[in-house]
């Protein structure tokens, strides 16, 4: 096996990066919208309307600004994920 085959990490990597980067960012950043607008609820949080699409925003910025700008995102640091460019 070649140095650049062992260096690409495996596809089971990449997708549980993906899922747990999500549902980190979903959860605290929607914890925080929450927080600050007031839409906690005794179960969590609800958002609608401006939270949401502000959450939506935080998600997409996560991603591209971590992804690309940072050399990547928590937990594809976390379980070495990041394919080489």
Not at 62 to 83: C, E, H
């Given at each position: 096996m070649s140095d650049t085959q062992s260096s690409v990490p495996a596809t089971w990597r990449i997708v549980l990066a993906a899922i747990l980067d999500f549902l980190t960012i979903f959860a605290l950043g929607g914890y925080v919208i929450a927080r600050l607008t007031g839409n906690l609820t005794e179960t969590g949080f609800q958002l609608s309307g401006a939270p949401a699409?502000?959450?939506?925003?935080?998600?997409?910025?996560?991603?591209?600004?971590?992804?690309?700008?940072?050399?990547?995102?928590?937990?594809?640091?976390?379980?070495?994920?990041?394919?080489?460019?």
């Open positions: 699409v502000a959450l939506f925003v935080l998600i997409i910025a996560y991603f591209v600004v971590l992804g690309r700008y940072m050399g990547g995102t928590i937990w594809q640091r976390i379980l070495r994920a990041r394919r080489p460019r």
